[in-house]
């Protein structure tokens, strides 16, 4: 069963740091664009920053400079490490990933199950 698995959320002070992981697992025979998205109370999900399998990336404006994204292909990973956090970024952050199975004609698009990050001010 192909899945993506977050760790990495928790508490942190304003301006403090976090990371985040996405481990991908599974009968998997390619990765393409990997992300992060966020959704906090009462908002939509929004994207937060994606990665090519090339390591192209793009980020959302309210992030940028403060957050990276990065990949360990041989790992199966993405990251995203986020700097100079606000209350604002407070939410639920999910992890997103085209990928392929084994044995499957074309990628599909999976979600993990979520990692809470809550900032405080």
């Known amino acids: 069963q192909v899945q993506l698995v977050e760790s990495g959320g928790g508490l942190a002070q304003a301006g403090g740091s976090l990371r985040l992981s996405c481990a991908a697992s599974?009968?998997?025979?390619?990765?393409?664009?990997m992300g992060w998205y966020r959704q906090a109370p009462g908002k939509q999900r929004e994207l937060v920053a994606v990665i090519t399998s090339g390591g192209s990336t793009n980020y959302a404006e309210s992030v940028k400079g403060r957050f990276t994204i990065s990949r360990d292909n041989a790992k199966r990973t993405v990251y995203l490490q986020m700097s100079s956090l606000k209350p604002e970024d407070t939410a639920v952050y999910y992890c997103?990933?085209?990928?392929?199975?084994?044995?499957?004609?074309?990628?599909?698009?999976?979600w993990g199950q979520g990692t809470q990050v809550t900032v405080s001010s």
């Open positions: 997103n990933a085209d990928m392929q199975p084994w044995g499957d004609y074309a990628p599909n698009n999976y």
């Open positions: 599974g009968s998997i025979f390619s990765i393409n664009r």
